[in-house]
């Protein structure tokens, strides 16, 4: 009784149409910008040695996607019957240097190996991007921003997850308010990290001249001064206190109640470090930050 039913569902399986696919490739000259936007879903961008943009999209018989060319701009949408779509996964195959501009609302953006310029914009999905040149933008107010061998200025805006940057050359901003900042391998002369309730670790270079601000309110900051830096440590702590893990000058003597003036070497760089509830440490580049409990106890037996 229940076999001939049991097939019947099965054969409407099978004969169910396949999600609809979009799958476009357009010819492009050099310099040619791809705008993306969609309202859920993914956009995945790749890169390739072909001067075409192809475009690839996965969405509900509901949505259409439309995929044109003006202004000097490839521009790739979503749209669904009663106004925004449904959920789209875009999967875009660009020339290694295509400058790109990609926005989501739920959405989750990955670029990866490109060479060109990089502004990538969601509300609640994660942003990875791998490569980019001359500007790094990326912003999520939900999810993690992750970015890797940018080369040039990188911005990063961050609210309710973490940041990671890693191996990445070029002026240095990022903006947190509830997630970690973790910053890896660093070539520049000015940075600029701020978070309210995160911790923000430092690992990068300390150049000559160059301008390094660490701020936070509720989370506390590990930094990374390399020997023989020239360094002049400007350190505002209200509820922590300052520890380094390599011994301190004799001429470090607290300006004031709340604020240490420490300088190394020729002192010709700048780094400044706030913090209201956490501590700030100064360490090696390369170690590894100590127990976080064990500094509690170090700071409760300093007090």
């Known amino acids: ?19 609809p696919r979009t799958d476009t490739t357009l010819a492009v000259a050099a310099g040619t910008q791809v705008d993306v936007s969609t309202f859920a879903g993914a956009i995945t961008v790749r ?34 019957r009663m106004g925004v779509s449904f959920s789209v996964d875009f999967e875009l195959w660009v020339p290694t240097a295509t400058a790109l501009k990609l926005n989501g609302t739920y959405a989750d953006i ?18 990875r991007i791998t490569g980019g040149a001359d500007y790094v933008n990326a912003s999520s107010v939900e999810g993690i921003v992750a970015v890797a061998d940018a080369r040039g ?24 308010v509830n997630g970690n900042i973790t910053l890896d391998g660093i070539d520049s002369d000015d940075v600029e990290v701020s978070t309210l309730n995160g911790q ?9 001249r160059g301008q390094y601000r660490f701020g936070a309110h509720t989370g506390g900051l590990s930094i990374a001064i390399p020997e023989r830096a020239n360094v002049t440590l400007s350190v505002v ?19 004031e109640r709340r604020r240490r003036t420490i300088v190394l070497g020729a002192g010709s760089a700048r780094v400044d470090a706030e913090s209201f509830q956490g501590g700030v440490r100064l360490r090696r580049p390369g170690a590894r930050d100590r127990n976080e409990e064990k500094e509690a106890t170090t700071d409760e037996v300093g007090r």
């Open 200 to 208: 923000i670790r430092y690992d990068g270079t300390i150049k000559d």
């Open 110 to 127: 990955t670029v990866t190996g490109t060479r060109g310029s990089i502004d990538a914009k969601t509300l609640a999905g994660d942003v």
């Open 153 to 176: 200025k990188t911005t990063i805006k961050a609210v309710n997850k973490g940041v990671t940057l890693k191996n990445c050359s070029g002026a240095v901003v990022v903006e947190g």
């Open 1 to 19: 009784m229940f076999l001939p039913l049991t097939l019947a569902l099965l054969q409407a399986a099978t004969d169910a149409p396949a999600r």
């Open 237 to 255: 702590t209200y509820g922590g206190g300052l520890s380094a893990d390599f011994p301190l000058p004799a001429s470090d003597v607290p300006a």
């Open 47 to 80: 890169t390739w040695d072909k001067p075409q943009v192809r475009v690839t999209a996965s969405h509900s018989s509901r949505d259409r996607v439309s995929v044109a060319m003006y202004d000097g701009r490839v521009h790739v949408r979503s749209s669904g």
